[in-house]
């Protein structure tokens, strides 16, 4: 058994695919339309292309949006995604106008930062040393 798809909900679809592709790198997969205005939007590291998939959902059922803005008002991040090198991942980003919740942190073993993706969701970037 593997993780093959996983999803984020956002606010805009195509908001989302500009920044989870043009700002932090990943690239389309999937771009099926659903629907009058929904899409099977999803995107993959280009690290990985035949990975994990990130689904950027439509938030529009009320317990998504319940959830998500619950777990933003907490600063707690809906996702984890993996870098090699926090601090740069940091230093490339803000340089992009990401906004940052919180700086990158030693915590043990790993380091991490928290970003917001503009489309409703708190995100946090993790590196171990190698």
């Known amino acids: 058994m593997k993780i093959h798809l996983t999803s984020v909900f956002v ?8 920044f989870y592709t043009e700002i932090l790198g990943f690239v389309k997969k999937h771009d099926v339309p659903v629907g009058e205005q929904d899409r099977w939007l999803t995107v993959v ?37 993996a870098v090699d090198d926090v601090d740069a991942e940091y230093e490339r980003l803000s340089a992009l106008g990401v906004r940052f919740t919180q700086r990158p942190v030693e915590m043990g073993p790993v380091t991490t930062a928290v970003l917001d993706d503009t489309c409703g969701n708190l995100i946090q970037l993790a590196s171990q040393p190698r």
């Open 11 to 18: 606010d805009d679809q195509a908001k989302a695919l500009r």
């Open 45 to 81: 590291s280009p690290e990985e292309p035949g990975g994990t998939e990130l689904l950027l959902e439509p938030a529009r059922h009320p317990a998504a949006r319940t959830y998500r803005d619950a777990l933003v008002e907490d600063g707690i991040p809906l996702a984890q995604f």
